[in-house]
T-cell receptor, first 115, second 113 residues
Framework: AQKVTQAQTEISVVEKEDVTLDCVYETRDTTYYLFWYKQPPSGELVFLIRRNSFDEQNEISGRYSWNFQKSTSSFNFTITASQVVDSAVYFCALSEGGGADGLTFGKGTHLIIQP | NAGVTQTPKFRILKIGQSMTLQCTQDMNHNYMYWYRQDPGMGLKLIYYSVGAGITDKGEVPNGYNVSRSTTEDFPLRLELAAPSQTSVYFC????????????FGSGTRLTVV
């Protein structure tokens, strides 16, 4: 069965610092999809990125970047020059290609950006 | 497009009461899902549906029931509410898992007292 581990329960940094959120996954499928979602204090889930297992290219979007490494089964998320508005709970999730049963989520990392 | 709409946003139930959480999507998505989120935990799958008339259990289905009579609607029924069902419930949908992401509703915060 698939599993997603976010070992960092809570991270607190001062504004403008860089921060990396770790995500390690387990799956037996060769085709799978990895996601990151942001959950701000208001509670909604905001989609950040989707990556399929055949695309190991790292991605950068503004201050956000993602490092996908199949060799270590990791899909880490880095925020550069963090801002107070980045404060949220961030979830990593996995969807296996062979089944229809949706996303398996990690427990989330609560990121606190202090001014 | 409204996306995925969940009602109500908040609800307080007494132990033993029943209620239905509504979920509607207007994107013609085949796949729909119900998740619950407990404090400090990720989301856990309750039930899912791959199309009208087809539903299946997820990781934590006990105490819940679902139906999918139309593509648009996927209501979640709680029978005999218990304090353990106090949670935030999210509905989600996707057209095709290979090429699309998942769209989530804004959630329903349910308290059972």
């Amino acid at each position: 069965a698939q599993k997603v581990t976010q070992a960092q329960t809570e991270i607190s940094v001062v504004e403008k610092e860089d921060v990396t959120l770790d995500c390690v996954y387990e799956t037996r499928d060769t085709t799978y999809y990895l996601f990151w979602y942001k959950q701000p204090p208001s509670g909604e889930l905001v989609f950040l990125i989707r990556r399929n297992s055949f695309d190991e290219q790292n991605e950068i979007s503004g201050r956000y970047s993602w490092n996908f490494q199949k060799s270590t089964s990791s899909f880490n998320f880095t925020i550069t020059a963090s801002q107070v508005v980045d404060s949220a709970v961030y979830f990593c999730a996995l969807s296996e290609g062979g089944g229809a049963d949706g996303l398996t989520f990690g427990k989330g990392t609560h990121l606190i950006i202090q001014p | 497009n409204a996306g995925v709409t969940q009602t109500p946003k908040f609800r307080i139930l007494k132990i033993g009461q029943s209620m239905t959480l509504q979920c509607t999507q207007d994107m013609n998505h085949n796949y729909m899902y119900w998740y619950r989120q407990d404090p400090g935990m990720g989301l856990k799958l309750i039930y899912y549906s791959v199309g009208a008339g087809i539903t299946d259990k997820g990781e934590v289905p006990n105490g819940y029931n679902v139906s999918r009579s139309t593509t648009e609607d996927f209501p979640l029924r709680l029978e005999l509410a218990a304090p353990s069902q106090t949670s935030v419930y999210f509905c989600a949908s996707t057209r095709n898992r290979q090429n699309y992401g998942y769209t989530f509703g804004s959630g329903t915060r349910l308290t059972v007292v």
